[in-house]
Each structure stands twice: as structure tokens, then as C-alpha cells.
DNA sequence: CCCGTGCCCTGGCGGC
DNA sequence: TGCCGCCAGGGCACGG
């Protein structure tokens, strides 16, 4: 599933391929996940040329003369970059063709995913306004007052965006056991240095996993091709022993996810 | 304001 | 082998 590094492998690879590219026509074969009225969408949309790719946690930006438009690629959505002519697949649902007959094609077997068309107030009005910080921006005190207020567990709360943006399930895991701290303590628990400790084991995950390319994990795998290596340095997610005690590792549901942690390096306090 | 629940989806897998 | 039903899960709507 996406997480903050594989949507920055997108943005990177993406950014190459597309900009300068004018959309001549758009194709739009699942129109929920498009949260604009459609026309509105591709009026909006068509004879721009896309300037950059931005990316605020997990959502791509991409960025117009006037207006912005908004990914957001949930569990499995994912861009390809091909000629027109090639044929349309299953599950790609939306379509850009640009001037010079390449197109952009989002894909996404669940439809989870969403696009939506943003003017300048962009950071001002939800989603991205309800976006905290990223964790390369975030401040131990800020992190330690937002969870001081809290009653959920440290794991839910590492998934809230609006804590920390950019933790997916995955991360979770691997950050809670870097930080030795047992995803089910109460997030009001914790002290400034667990704080500092969750900052730092964060940056240290995301920049490892965007050096590698993020993760392919279950079903998802990368755009065009770009396979992410990051699985093969988990710590704990999806794994069976602790690889710093060997101890069994415990899987829980947390919040309603999956959660995989050491019960013995992980002390819950 | 906060919390819990359910929904959106479909491919894959376990069980029989 | 085939089919059924459940599960995966990020973000949001809704109700208490």
C-alpha cells in the first residue's frame, strides 16, 4: 500500500516523465473517485501544462498555472506512462492524453482512490489542512503536547495524518519497534524523549524507504515498473521473530490493523 | 470535541 | 477443483 516513500518514488519517477506535457483529453471510465463534477474536472484540466509534482504525505500534487490537482492513491493506485495506442486496461480509470500522444493512465483494482481539482487555498481547506506536520518538520514538543491529549493507543494515533502525515500501517510497526515502544501504550503515556525517539526513528524509516524506493508489499507494486526494495529491510511488519531477541513477535489488531511487535523489546508501559 | 462504527472496493486466499 | 465468504485498509461520514 502506499505510504509516504512509495508516493515520493511515484513523484520522482512521475516528474521526469510529465512535465511540460499539455493534457489535449482526459478519459474518465470510474467518475466516483473523481470528487468534482466531471465536466468542471475536465474543462479545468484540459490545455494545461503540467509545471511540477508536489507531495504533501501521502497525496501527490500536481501542479498548474492556476490550479492544482490532487492524488490521493489509497491502497493500490498507481500511474503508468504510456503511448496512446496502447490498449486500455482494466481498472485504469483515468486517462490523460497529452498533446504528443503519451498518456497517463491512473490504475486501481479498488477504486479507493480519489483525484480532485484545487485553486490556490489549497493548504487552507481539507484534506491538506488537516495534514500535521511530516516528521522531517515536526517538532518533539508540538508531537508531545498533539498526543498528551489523546486517549488511543500510540499505533492508532501514528496513523492519525493530522498527528504526524506519512505513517501508513507498515511504518507504524517499524518506527513503534525502533523506538521500543509497544504500539498499545497509550499515546498519553509517553514521554518527550519517546517523542524525540518516534521523530527520529520516522526520518530514519522514510529516508531509508524512499532510498530503496519504497515497498512492494501484498498487491502493490510501484508505476511504471519501479519495484521498491524496502520490504527486505523490515524489522517487524509481516515478519515471525524478533530480529533483535529472536523472541516470537506478537500480531495484534490495533485500531483495526494488523500490528506486528516484539512484546518483550517492546514493554508496554 | 471525541470516540466508535461502517463504508468504499475487488483480488486473493482459506476452508470445505 | 470450485465456490463461498472473509479479509486487506486510508480516510471520511455519521451518530452517540
Known sequence: MPELPEVETVR???????????????????????LDD????????IGKTIKDINRKGKFLIFVFDDLYLLSHLRMEGKYYFKDS????????????????????RYHDTRKFGIMTIRKNDLYDIPPLSLLGEEPFNLDTNVLYNKLQRLKKTIKEALLDQSIMAGLGNIYVDEVCFLSKINPSTKAN???????SNIINSSIITLNKSISLGG?????YTSSLGVTGRFQNELFVHTKT?????????????IGGRTTYFCDKCQILR
Request: with cysteine; charged share 30%; glycine share 2%.
Open 241 to 253: 521473530t524478533c530480529p533483535n531477541c529472536k523472541k516470537d513477535l506478537t500480531i495484534l489488531k
Open 12 to 34: 520522482r519517477t512521475l516528474k521526469e516523465l510529465v512535465i511540460g506535457r499539455t493534457i489535449k483529453s482526459i478519459d474518465i471510465y470510474y467518475s466516483k473517485m473523481i
Open 38 to 45: 466531471i465536466d468542471y474536472f475536465r474543462e479545468s484540466l
Open 215 to 219: 515497498s512492494t508489499i501484498r498487491s
Open 189 to 195: 503515556k509517553l514521554t518527550i524523549e519517546d517523542c
Open 85 to 104: 495506442n496502447e490498449p486500455h486496461l482494466k481498472h485504469e480509470h483515468v486517462v490523460f492524453t497529452f498533446n504528443d500522444g503519451k498518456t497517463l
